[in-house]
């Protein structure tokens, strides 16, 4: 059981560049969420999902946009990075109990 | 909105030691969750804890929910180097939102 997949594990962008981190879960979550934890951090939540056909901002929202592509799958597309953007990246999905599963991360840096 | 607060933001403990780490939330919550993140990894679900006064015991964890359910306590006894990590509290606020402390790291002298 593969649970929360993300790709790519590590990133290195240039200031200005664009990419999109994928996630995708195979445990049939309907809620899907994008974290950033900054070095010595806390989690802070960019965007969610929480059934497919709808997103949601979180506290911090600025410079990100996401799709929920289907159930299974949920993307965070950076536009034009930001040296501010570089962080880990986490996706997570929530099962009926509310227990979160997260992803490996993805280790972004932004030059 | 809906905070949740953790103290401390660090603890630093000789192998052996006890620790706790207190979460508080500015609302009522239905349940507290509880994670664990080892250095370089991920968020791991430790456990939730629904009913007032509640208390579950995990081996040498031992967490508490308060009367209230305002607030709860991670305790560890007898720490070992593989406790090492951050710990997080989370609360559900509305709208589908799981709220999380800032977490308390904790490192281990062996």
């Known amino acids: 059981n593969a649970g929360v997949t993300q790709t790519p594990k590590f990133q290195v962008l240039k200031t200005g560049q664009s990419m999109t981190l994928q996630c995708a879960q195979d445990m049939n979550h309907n809620s899907m969420y994008w974290y950033r934890q900054d070095p010595g951090m806390g989690l802070r939540l960019i965007y969610y999902?929480?059934?497919?056909?709808?997103?949601d901002k979180g506290e911090v929202p600025n410079g990100y946009n996401v799709s929920r592509l289907n159930k299974r799958e949920f993307s965070l597309r950076l536009e034009s990075a930001a040296p501010s953007q570089t962080s880990v990246y986490f996706c997570?999905?929530?099962?009926?109990?509310?227990?979160?599963?997260f992803g490996a991360g993805t280790r972004l840096s932004v030059l | 909105g809906q905070q949740v607060m953790q103290i401390p933001q660090y603890q630093h403990v000789q192998e052996g030691e006890d620790f706790t780490t207190y979460c508080n939330s500015s609302?009522?919550?239905?349940?507290i969750q509880w994670y664990k993140q080892r250095p370089g990894g991920h968020p791991v679900f430790l456990i939730q804890l629904v009913k007032s006064g509640e208390v579950k015991k995990q081996k040498r964890l031992t967490f508490q929910f308060g009367e209230a359910k305002k607030n709860s306590s991670l305790h560890i006894t007898a720490t070992q180097t593989t406790d090492v990590g951050t710990y997080f509290c989370a609360g559900w606020g509305g709208a589908q939102k799981l709220v999380f402390g800032q977490g308390t790291r904790l490192t281990i002298n062996p």
């Open positions: 997570a999905s929530t099962a009926a109990r509310g227990i979160q599963y």
């Open positions: 999902s929480a059934s497919e056909g709808t997103t």
């Open positions: 609302t009522t919550l239905s349940n």
